[in-house]
């Protein structure tokens, strides 16, 4: 598995195998990738733009002279976190061993400094041609991947070495390029998602929207770039992550008794857990007739992050979550500002919560507040990248 929400090039070029790249698009899509596809001119006799956009769910443009003023080559060459080019013609391998940017896809390779596999696939003889094999060695040397191809029968009648890969080949390469993410590796997190839930009685209970999503996504987000990750999930009705420890609690008192005795023995705590700020005072064994149901007492829940900063020490970074209802960013960001820095918070991540937004769904809108006071306007993106996106600052605040 791969982090999810990484962004990934998919370049295709122009050979009879393009078609076997759409099955690629979504495999990729399934492991977790946000795919661009960039076709070459040449591909799209084979298989057309609407094929990609509709399957991408992207936008898909062909050229260099389309949307110029975001300036695509370059914002694409920066944007993805691998390029992987399949099928790779013979005629595209000489292009790029020399350098040539003629085209959209060539910009984007010339412009980027991200990790870049090549699957050519073309008939034996092109592929054993010394022209080939020359370029081929000249991108290896360069740190291109370049990936044999299979042997087998050709298009026509023809048999030999030149066939499109099998997947898991391709799939390998990748997670050779990207194992080196594994930049939270040795670091124990602890993960709340959720949303607790105070009892009245037997059948009623005071609870919160929250749906566990976001937490479920950063826990298995940390847990795949290789931190020992302990999930403490409240009420959330998720499908467990392999790898990953959980403990179950309903209550913020319950809540608070495993992160007093968990805290100490980590090194980041992510607060995503939706807490209620009271219970009632008098739990009621038997349920509570409605004749009987005016009024109900309760009494404030402790602040769990404040207590945390109580036990705190230096190097553990704690990350908060708020959802406010304020639609202005200025004000999101006062917000959560002054809730930053009331729980001694090194992060915190407010969501735009007005009109019942983000609750339940699978993205999300806000800001980053950084105790740096660099913030991250966040637009509207999946939780998986924003799991990413905030693991990214935690790792820089981890050092
Ligand atoms: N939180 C907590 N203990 C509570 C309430 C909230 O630890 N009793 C945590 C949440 O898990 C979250 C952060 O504090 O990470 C902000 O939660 P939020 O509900 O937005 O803020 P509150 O402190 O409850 O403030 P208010 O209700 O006034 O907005």
């Not at 420890?245 to 495993?258: D, F, G, M």
């Not at 009987?292 to 404040?306: G, R, S, V």
């Not at 900063?309 to 959802?323: D, H, L, Y």
Request: proline share 4%; charged share 25%; hydrophobic share 40%.
């Amino acid at each position: 598995m791969f982090p999810r929400g990484r962004k990934l090039l998919l370049g295709v070029s122009g050979g009879i195998s393009a078609y076997k790249s759409c099955e690629l698009l979504r495999r990729l899509q399934d492991q977790g990738f946000i795919v661009d596809v960039v076709p070459t001119a040449a591909s799209l006799n084979f298989v057309g733009k609407a094929t990609w956009e509709a399957l991408s769910g992207r936008k898909v443009i062909t050229d260099l002279w389309s949307d110029v003023e975001s300036v695509p080559h370059i914002s694409m060459a920066k944007e993805n976190d691998l390029i992987l080019i399949a099928p790779t013609t013979a005629d595209l391998l000489a292009k790029l061993a020399s350098g040539r940017a003629d085209d959209l896809l060539t910009n984007i390779v010339l412009a980027s400094n991200a990790p870049k596999i090549i699957v050519p696939a073309m008939h034996p003889e092109m592929w054993l041609n010394p022209a080939t094999s020359a370029n081929v060695s000249i991108l290896r040397d360069r740190g291109f991947v370049v990936i044999e191809p299979d042997q087998g029968r050709m298009t026509g009648l023809d048999v030999g070495v030149g066939r499109y890969p099998d997947l898991s080949k391709i799939f390998s390469e990748i997670q050779a390029k990207l194992q080196n993410n594994s930049d939270l590796a040795g670091r124990r997190i602890i993960v709340t998602a959720g949303g607790t839930r105070e009892p009245i009685d037997p059948v009623r209970y005071i609870g919160n929207r929250s749906s566990g999503k976001q937490g479920f996504a950063l826990a298995l987000a940390a847990a795949t770039r290789g931190a020992n990750v302990h999930l403490i999930s409240a009420n959330a009705d998720l499908p467990e992550i392999d790898g990953v420890e959980v403990t179950k609690i309903e209550t913020a008192t319950e809540l608070l008794s495993v992160l007093e005795a968990e805290f100490p023995k980590c090194d980041a705590l992510i607060m995503s857990a939706a807490v209620a700020d009271a219970r009632v005072s008098n739990y009621s064994q038997n349920k509570i007739k409605k004749n009987d149901f005016e009024t109900m007492d309760l009494t404030k829940n402790p602040d769990i992050l404040a207590r945390i900063a109580e036990i705190k020490k230096s190097g553990q970074i704690v990350v908060g979550f708020a959802a406010e209802t304020d639609s202005k960013s200025e004000n999101l960001v006062k917000l959560g500002t002054e809730k930053l820095r009331s729980k001694s918070l090194d992060l915190m991540y407010v969501n735009n919560v007005t009109d019942g937004a983000i609750f339940g769904s699978d993205s999300t809108q806000g800001v980053i507040i950084d105790s740096n006071e660099k913030n991250i306007d966040i637009p509207e993106i999946s939780k998986d990248t924003l799991s990413d996106i905030l693991l990214d600052q935690l790792v820089s605040k981890l050092g």
